[in-house]
T-cell receptor
Framework: EDQVTQSPEALRLQEGESSSLNCSYT??????LFWYRQDPGKGPEFLFT???AGEEKEKERLKATLTKKESFLHITAPKPEDSATYLC????????????FGSGTQLTVLP | DGGITQSPKYLFRKEGQNVTLSCEQN?????MYWYRQDPGQGLRLIYY???????QKGDIAEGYSVSREKKESFPLTVTSAQKNPTAFYLC?????????????FGSGTRLTVV
């Protein structure tokens, strides 16, 4: 069964303390991996799409990377406004264009 | 500006009552989706539709129904058969020829049983 697992479930950082979030997947064929940011009480906001191992994407303090079995979302020198839940989603080749979501990592950045 | 509008933002349902959640998009997207989000869990797919007048069940369709009479609209009805409907409901859409952008989400409807 195709699965998406995110870790850790929650992460507390001091402002400026860099870290990484993990998204691992077991798939029969990866067609794309997506990262979203979700603020409390709101819908997820698209961040990145990755398609192949070795690919990297950057946006401000965020950098997403992809290997054959997992993706990392690196947060460099985070600020309190980066606090949110970060969701990973995967498009599997046999999924009729649906996305399978992980349960998310709740990030809190303390001032 | 283009986007997805969900309404209402908050909804209260009495036991045995059916309620309908609205989802409208002006992005000209082909596919639309309904997800349910519970605390500590990932998004779970309820129903999806890739073309007008056609839709498919997702992983947790029992107790829910949908329609897709117009490309722009994909309402979700939570029926009395859904025994635990309290959750955050998210509607999403996607342009099938532009899969690299993933989904665009609405702002959600929080449904509470009273």
């Amino acid at each position: 069964e195709d699965q998406v697992t995110q870790s850790p479930e929650a992460l507390r950082l001091q402002e400026g303390e860099s870290s990484s979030l993990n998204c691992s997947y077991t798939v029969s064929g990866l067609r794309g991996l997506f990262w979203y940011r979700q603020d409390p009480g709101k819908g997820p906001e698209f961040l990145f799409t990755l398609y192949s191992a070795g690919e990297e994407k950057e946006k401000e303090r965020l950098k997403a990377t992809l290997t054959k079995k997992e993706s990392f979302l690196h947060i460099t020198a985070p600020k309190p406004e980066d606090s949110a839940t970060y969701l990973c989603a995967v498009h599997f080749s046999g999924s009729a264009r649906q996305l399978t979501f992980g349960s998310g990592t709740q990030l809190t950045v303390l001032p | 500006d283009g986007g997805i509008t969900q309404s209402p933002k908050y909804l209260f349902r009495k036991e045995g009552q059916n309620v309908t959640l609205s989802c409208e998009q002006n992005l000209n997207h082909d596919a639309m989706y309904w997800y349910r989000q519970d605390p500590g869990q990932g998004l779970r797919l309820i129903y999806y539709s890739q073309i007008v007048n056609d839709f498919q069940k997702g992983d947790i369709a029992e107790g829910y129904s949908v329609s897709r009479e117009k490309k722009e609209s994909f309402p979700l009805t939570v029926t009395s058969a859904q025994k635990n409907p309290t959750a955050f409901y998210l509607c999403a859409s996607r342009s099938l020829p532009q899969e690299n952008y993933g989904y665009t989400f609405g702002s959600g409807t929080r449904l509470t049983v009273v």
